[in-house]
């Protein structure tokens, strides 16, 4: 028996489903240019750039003014309006397309059907207005309740479900955000429904959505501890970054989630950005502090400039946002025989915060210039939570495989989808070689 043993060093790439989210953009587009927010304002200062596209008018000077963390996520919001701007005729290509610059930038897509926000130009589908009554929403004034009419909730769950039967089998779409009735799908109305519509409702996401993680809003509990019986449902949450919400209103809201992060991914959005969290004084210290306790795996920092001061900061949050897997001991055998069964030990350190939520097939692969064999395993590493895990992994090498001295390498899925270990083994592609095998 050989063992062989690795330090620590950072992974070369951002792996999927972790760290920071590009909002409403991909991977290397421009940011937002920074926003100076008006208090005597009683609207969001951006509200226009709430939906995805981003409109034509819209300044995009950020990285002229601070910097973005890299993104394997990218988060998208559109209307429902969008989606289905005549009733029952949806815009399968308006997603298709999402979804297809997503894959070519080697990003998935968190995405959120939203039913309005607060804008008149944001709102309801105009079919859905002449079949209830819906509110107005008067420029200059922020409405955020929906239509209270029941009908609401059929006509929209209509949408998710047809989108879910036609894009949940795309592995491009790796997250979507459960949507509320209220501005932007955020809850802010729900009591203007009865519990049984709402879990009606939200019941229609776990259905159509099997093999996409779902995340919903951790301030509406009742409707997440339902969810949480039904399916692994994570939970995202905003306002992070004022004092007084970070301090006082989202520890209860968090902890009512229990230990939902083991099961479901967890994800922020910051109140509004880091450029602004600077001119208010306000530390990410306590956040980036809070967050890691709360098992953060992705945070929304809205595609806004960050302070380059704070980029030392923020690069080590994200190192330890989500799952970050070390390899830290492999034990094989000094020499594999062709035809037989070959054993390996892999002790293996998630230094993260939080488990993976998908389940990604570990291979070993016996490689070299003249022939490469590939075995799938058995492990589920949804199961390796924050510490230290060992796996016995055993595979019967072919018959016509050559003899010779072959690297073995081990991998986690392949394309956006793969995963880079955290080791000083050398890299192949996104498969650490961690050991030299005699094939006899």
Request: charged share 25%; glycine share 6%.
């Amino acid at each position: 028996m050989a063992i062989f043993q690795y330090a620590y060093e950072r992974e070369k790439k951002q792996n999927p489903c972790v760290g920071f989210v590009s909002f409403q953009h991909f991977r290397g587009d421009e940011l937002y240019s920074d926003l100076i927010v008006k208090p005597e304002n009683n609207l969001t200062e951006t509200e226009h750039v709430e939906c995805y596209p981003v409109p034509d008018y819209v300044e995009e000077k950020g990285r002229e003014q601070g910097y973005y963390p890299d993104c394997s996520v990218v988060y998208i919001r559109i209307l429902w309006k969008e989606f289905e701007p005549t009733e029952g005729e949806y815009r399968y290509d308006f997603i298709e397309g999402i979804l297809k610059k997503a894959r070519a930038l080697g990003q998935t897509v968190m995405f959120r059907l939203m039913p309005h926000s607060t804008r008149e130009s944001d709102d309801v589908p105009d079919w859905l207005k002449q079949k209830i009554s819906c509110p107005r929403r008067p420029e200059g004034q922020r409405v955020k309740r929906s239509p209270s009419d029941p009908a609401f909730l059929t006509y929209f769950g209509r949408a998710i479900r047809a989108f879910g039967e036609r894009f949940d089998a795309d592995p491009a779409l790796s997250m979507v955000d459960i949507s509320l009735p209220g501005a932007w799908g955020e809850g802010s109305s729900v009591n203007l429904f009865t519990k049984e519509a709402l879990e009606n409702f939200v019941d229609i996401y776990t259905e159509v959505f099997k093999n996409t993680l779902l995340i919903g809003q951790c301030s509406v509990s009742p409707l997440m501890q339902y969810l949480d019986g039904r399916a692994a449902v994570g939970f995202r949450a905003d306002c992070l970054g004022k004092p007084s919400l970070l301090n006082e209103m989202l520890p209860p809201w968090v902890e009512a989630m229990g230990d939902i992060w083991k099961r479901g991914h967890v994800s922020f959005e910051s109140f509004w950005w880091l450029g602004e969290w600077q001119r208010q004084g306000w530390s990410p210290d306590d956040v980036i502090e809070k967050t890691l306790a709360w098992h953060i795996s992705t945070f929304n920092a809205k595609s806004l400039p960050i302070p380059w001061e704070w980029r030392e900061k923020v690069d080590a949050w994200v190192d330890k946002m989500g799952y970050h897997f070390v390899i830290d001991e492999v034990e094989i055998e000094d020499t594999a025989k062709r035809g037989e069964a070959f054993s390996l030990r892999l002790s293996v350190e998630n230094v993260g915060v939080a488990p993976i939520y998908k389940m990604l097939p570990l291979y070993v692969k016996l490689k070299n210039q003249g022939f490469e064999a590939s075995f799938d395993t058995a492990v589920d590493i949804r199961t390796w939570l924050p510490g230290k895990h060992e796996e016995h992994i055993s595979f019967r090498l072919p018959n016509e495989m050559p003899c010779g001295e072959f690297a073995l390498q081990i991998g986690i899925g392949e394309g956006a989808e793969s995963i880079v270990f955290a080791t000083n083994a050398p890299l192949d592609r996104d498969a650490a070689i961690v050991a030299r095998v005699d094939v006899i």
